[in-house]
């Protein structure tokens, strides 16, 4: 499996951006697909994950009520849609995909990357 994050950008505090994370491959319905983001000088946080038929998602709590997350398995994209955006949200974000259902959190459980897709936010 590839994938191909795109959508970051630049954007004021307050705005909103969304995220694509595209995969090759037929078997994408079968992944659990996953975000993650490292800020400059920071380790690589968890942000938010979906199970393979969409039915779960999970958010770590600083992007709950803000980031949505959602998969179009027929176009074997996932999305992130970040609405208030705050300066703290700045990094680059990576999409990952992991073809047994991991704990969520853990980065080591996912078993393909995209390479990331920079946004950045002003205050």
């Known amino acids: 499996v590839q994938l191909q994050a795109s959508g970051g950008g630049l954007v004021q505090a307050g705005g909103s951006l969304r995220l694509s994370c595209a995969a090759s491959?037929?078997?994408?319905?079968?992944?659990?697909m996953g975000w993650f983001r490292q800020a400059p000088g920071k380790e690589r946080e968890f942000v938010t994950a979906i199970s393979w038929s969409g039915s779960s998602t999970y958010y770590v709590d600083f992007v709950k009520g803000r980031f949505t997350i959602s998969r179009d398995n027929a176009k074997n994209t996932v999305y992130l849609q970040m609405n208030s955006l705050k300066p703290e949200d700045t990094a680059v974000y990576y999409c990952a995909a992991a073809r047994q259902a991991p704990v969520y959190y853990r980065a080591y459980e996912y078993d393909y990357w995209g390479q990331g897709t920079l946004v950045t936010v002003s205050s």
């Open positions: 491959g037929r078997t994408f319905s079968s992944y659990a």
